[in-house]
């Protein structure tokens, strides 16, 4: 048995509220020898008083050494086993955009390109053509109509886009038909299951039609297809925890992931305060609340320490909001990290704190990396947070008699 | 899907040198209330300055508890599964005489024994026949002939002997003939499935001959064999990490367990010092070292702590001729504990010390059993240590976006 079933057999309802805060890429390193972290640089007084009262740990998102995109470190902060449940690059992006993929679609990442008169490809990426017409482009294609399924193109930037087919029995089992080289023509699309041929089927019958109305606009005369693929079957949140769960995130990625476990998502605003005033609103609404913070993972990508400090010391600052409300389980970690040193997500266990009435202290009163080495968690996998909140939300029943 | 399909879809290649400086049994225990173990007793202070710089932890060779041969305990450093991995003792035995097992061999340990005229076991060892003379007996065997397969018949030492038969389609499944007691017959060779009866067949045949061969041969007239088993399918270094591996080790048991994951085996000579030199030879030729040293196993395998002590103390003079090569990440670590209080392998976690530019550091200055528990590697499953030792080599890509 999985914890998953395990979850579903012993769920309780209450009116405890959890609240989950992702600060992405919190995570990081030192700089020198010796040196802290950003994190552990960071003036964090509300977190800090939330760990010295409640527990700390290092989660570890997939497996150790294993470093996760977006999409599998959220599945594992739901609770989901990222290495089970896998997120194809065509939805990814489709939940980029904030397209509401449901589970009859297939989503498709596509290439603008230039082909020849022999029809052989010359520029894979169209001489990334600006934004304004990849926009003008998808809304010529949006108009091409399959008998039969419906067909959205929707515009990513510059020369990628976004193509969901969406109709009864169509599988996501389908070859990319970049060549990944210049000077040959697309692949042609071919099913690997009698499913998947029928979406292969459409998507010939597709590009065919897209060929004709795009022929006149050079560079971007044509289009690849890449990262097809669908939703994965997931339970929802509802089913695995017996929460309703509403996320409040300011990036369309992050809006994306929590509907792919059925999650509400909510008005989120642009500011962390926008955020609060979301969560602040919707408190009687719902028994669990995501809330995501961005910054932390982009100052970390741009490889910008202080700035990164700084995001820590803003989302630190907004705390006393989430608190006045007195949520019954709070934790605060990451996806993973995302140090500055490093300039990209990393594979180092991320810092995490767990806030409520039953806590066992540990002897951590700072919330920073080497604290969390500490912390009475432990090193744990990020797939049984979930398990810990709920535990002390007081909505799991005892295990066997 | 498990770690190892991840690291096949992951591994990315770069100039990346790695190397796995394996102290067969490093582990120990102290002796006296409030002592140090064998480790924390040496002086060790280049393995300390790594410490310092780098990230410490305790690894579990199987799961906790389970106390590894040699075969389990090194396949986990590798990261293989050892609880998914088997090797069996024939083929064990094989590897331990340096005898290169291909794919098609059926390797099996052999025990000279007594017969007596009605054909019952009067002696399971032979009366513990001195070497030279198990040498001499095996020379005589090995030139036995079986129709469509070849035969390898080798010493081990006094009563031992391996067997290799190797041919197409034979299989691996067959009982021992040792009876386990005396007064009776040895039992017959039984294949468990149709490839294994033909091993079992030919097993027969060449049985018949060695009796007729040894017959004058007293106390040793026969042998009984045990252990039959081919090589495991495994997947080689280079299919799930891309490395490209060398093996420095001085005895045969660790050649032939890197040669089963297909590491390249150099020649090692004998000391320390012409295991450095080699690997000063062989550094540009591979990405990945495996340095074996024996003698921390065997010290505390003879009860030896101040000998321990001394080896480990020996093995960290020679610390500094590894580091000048500069390697990305160095891993310093034991394939099991053997505490000389215990005399024998066990179960306690292995000292662990990862040393590259990309740690997150943890508190500790020194390398030691109490050091290692509070540092940042945590405690983990040994099969997960390469894949943290390819990140940190930056040979892994993100996973999911």
Redesign the interface.
């Known amino acids: 048995m999985n914890h998953h079933e395990l979850l579903r057999e012993l769920q309780l309802k209450n009116n405890s509220k959890i609240v989950l805060l992702v600060a992405d890429g919190l995570?990081g390193?030192?700089v020198t020898?010796?040196g802290q972290?950003e994190l552990e640089t960071a003036k964090t007084p509300h977190l800090d008083a939330l760990a010295t009262r409640g527990v700390l740990g290092?989660s570890t998102p997939?497996?150790?050494?294993?470093?996760?995109?977006?999409?599998?470190g959220h599945l594992g902060l739901f609770g989901y086993d990222?290495?089970?449940f896998?997120?194809g690059?065509g939805v990814?992006e489709a939940l980029g955009i904030d397209f509401d993929l449901g589970p009859d679609d297939v989503a498709i990442r596509g290439n603008f390109c230039t082909l020849d008169a022999a029809g052989k490809i010359t520029d894979r990426r169209a001489g990334r053509i600006a934004s304004d017409i990849g926009k003008k482009l998808c809304e010529k294609l949006d108009k091409i109509e399959i008998p039969g399924v419906e067909i959205f193109v929707r515009p990513v930037k510059e020369y990628r886009l976004v193509i969901v087919i969406r109709g009864k029995g169509l599988g996501g089992s389908v070859n990319d038909t970049d060549p990944q080289k210049t000077g040959v023509a697309p692949l042609v699309p071919q099913g690997r299951d009698a499913a998947s041929q029928k979406t292969a089927e459409i998507a010939k019958q597709f590009l065919a039609k897209a060929k004709e109305v795009l022929k006149e606009d050079h560079p971007a005369n044509f289009f690849t297809l890449r990262g097809i693929d669908k939703r994965p079957a997931i339970p929802t949140f509802e089913e695995v925890y017996g929460l309703k769960a509403g996320a409040i995130a300011v990036y369309p990625m992050y809006r994306g992931l929590a509907r792919l476990v059925s999650m509400q998502v909510l008005d989120a605003g642009q500011t962390l305060d926008d955020q609060c005033a979301r969560l602040e609103q919707a408190w009687n609404d719902f028994d669990f609340f995501f809330m995501h913070y961005k910054y932390t993972d982009s100052t970390g990508e741009d490889g910008n320490f202080a700035a990164k400090v700084d995001r820590i010391e803003q989302l630190d600052a907004v705390l006393p909001r989430i608190t006045a409300l007195k949520p019954d389980v709070l934790v605060v970690t990451g996806d993973h990290s995302t140090?500055s040193?490093?300039k990209?997500?990393?594979?180092?266990p991320v810092p995490t704190l767990l806030f409520a009435d039953s806590c066992r202290p540990d002897a951590c009163t700072k919330f920073g990396?080497?604290s969390c080495?500490?912390g009475g968690l432990?090193?744990f996998q990020a797939k049984y947070l979930m398990t810990l909140a709920m535990a002390h939300a007081g909505r799991l029943e005892k295990y066997g008699a």
Do not use: D, F, N, Y
């Open positions: 995570g390193l030192p020898p010796g972290t290092l997939v497996v150790p050494g294993i470093t996760p995109g977006s999409g599998p990222p290495l089970e896998r997120i690059r990814l140090p040193k490093l990209s997500h990393s594979w180092h990396e080497a080495l500490q432990g090193q």
